[in-house]
């Protein structure tokens, strides 16, 4: 049976965001969870997708007289049957001013590390890697595994970005050894929430950052999303910091909101499943709940070593 290849979505050369030195970030498709505020919701789905940018489109008519399944539509403004679209890619291969893309590639796993390691030089000289992130990448481990095996055995620094929503046995077999650093989301401590706004619920995630802290040790680094309103509130903030202090944590980065995916599911033909803020936080706002965070998690963690500061 031939093996199903993940759906690259995106590769981003000389990223300085997604981990120490310059890396190389790999965007898989496919995520077990379904966050309404994800800032890369072209990552959900494992299949291809068209996207449409409309400030693009000059109305030529090419994509609508190329298209097979007659799913497109340009009266009074072009528009794309969803429910038609197989995602051929026709129209994006045509369309003169890129105004419709397919997202999602197949790359077999050679012609990946080539393109990884046309870069080795400058991951040595700044203490960079390459980055996998999603989408959720852990949805592809039999894939991965050998990719990590094969970078690490040139010496190339491996991180992953996860939602924690894994097979723990199969992670620890195939991920595991060959990974550097696991950037690890920690988005809500309520079940009831978790399951309000990504759609799972957060027993598994949770269980498995234990498991992390034991066998990872610090190649383990929580993160945490600050969307307004969600899981910026002090309540859930402060929840988290006690989690990690009693699992010994004394650091996590708090992620400022991004609402890139509010125009993003525009393009991908998909509504927001909620009204979501445009914009970040307030700074002075973000700053009080950074400052209160840090002061649980540092009290918290003095007081696990030293009962008698609590």
């Known amino acids: 049976m031939k093996e199903r290849l993940p759906l690259i979505f995106a590769i981003h050369r000389f990223a300085l965001d997604d981990g120490p030195g310059i890396r190389t970030t790999v965007f898989l498709k496919g995520c077990p969870l379904s966050c309404v505020w994800c800032h890369n919701p072209e990552s959900m789905r494992a299949d291809r997708e068209m996207a449409f940018y409309p400030d693009k489109c000059i109305h030529c008519g090419q994509c609508r007289r190329i298209c097979p399944e007659e799913a497109i539509a340009d009266e009074p403004v072009l528009r794309i049957d969803r429910s038609l679209c197989t995602a051929c890619g026709w129209c994006a291969e045509n369309c003169p001013t890129l105004a419709i893309r397919k997202l999602g590639k197949a790359y077999s796993r050679e012609e990946l590390l080539e393109i990884l390691l046309r870069d080795r030089h400058f991951f040595s000289a700044s203490g960079g890697g390459v980055t996998f992130s999603g989408g959720e990448p852990t949805l592809w481990m039999d894939y991965l595994s050998p990719l990590l095996q094969a970078l690490k055995g040139k010496n190339i620094s491996t991180a992953i970005q996860t939602c924690g929503f894994f097979d723990y046995d199969v992670f620890s077999r195939k991920i595991l050894p060959n990974i550097d650093l696991i950037f690890f989301d920690i988005k809500l401590m309520s079940a009831a929430d978790h399951k309000k706004y990504t759609g799972q619920d957060n027993a598994v995630i949770l269980d498995n950052f234990r498991h992390l802290t034991k066998e990872a040790g610090h190649r383990l680094l929580p993160r945490v999303p600050l969307v307004p309103g969600i899981s910026a509130v002090p309540a859930n903030l402060l929840a988290i910091a006690a989690f990690l202090a009693e699992l010994g944590h004394a650091r996590c980065d708090l992620l400022s909101y991004n609402p890139a995916g509010i ?45 008698k500061a609590a």
């Open 263 to 307: 125009d993003k599911r525009r393009v991908l033909g998909k509504k927001p499943s909620m009204n979501l803020p445009e914009s970040p936080l307030d700074p002075a706002e973000e700053e009080t709940l950074r400052h209160q965070f840090r002061e649980r998690l540092l009290f918290r963690g003095q007081s696990k070593l030293n009962p």
